[in-house]
Nanobody, 123 residues
Framework: VQLQASGGGMVQAGGSLRLSCAGS????????MGWFRQAPGQEREFVAA????????YYADSVKGRFTISRDNARNTVYLQMNSLKPEDTAVYYC?????????????????WGQGTLVTVSS
């Protein structure tokens, strides 16, 4: 499975961006897809996850109500719509996929990672 993230860029506070994560290979069997982010000097943190079975979504408290994760199965693509962006959202955003059940909010357990896309929010 290969994941290709895109859509990052620079935006002013209050603006919006949509990240995309295109998957190729055996993506149809992925249990869950997730987005994580990592700011300079910080650990990688959970942002959002989509569990294919049951169409379940999880969000970090810091992005709840502002970000939306969605999946287009026909295109093997996961999106992260980010609205009302804040300077503290600035980070490199990574998409990931996991094949097995488990805690989707931790990086451990994810089997595949995209290369990351930089989001910069200016005040």
């Amino acid at each position: 499975v290969q994941l290709q993230a895109s859509g990052g860029g620079m935006v002013q506070a209050g603006g919006s961006l949509r990240l995309s994560c295109a998957g190729s290979g055996r993506t149809f069997s992925n249990y869950a897809m997730g987005w994580f982010r990592q700011a300079p000097g910080q650990e990688r943190e959970f942002v959002a996850a989509y569990i294919r079975s049951g169409n379940i979504r999880y969000y970090a408290d810091s992005v709840k109500g502002r970000f939306t994760i969605s999946r287009d199965n026909a295109r093997n693509t996961v999106y992260l719509q980010m609205n009302s962006l804040k300077p503290e959202d600035t980070a490199v955003y990574y998409c990931a996929a996991r094949d097995t059940m488990g805690d989707v909010t931790t990086p451990a357990g994810y089997d595949y990672w995209g290369q990351g896309t930089l989001v910069t929010v200016s005040s």
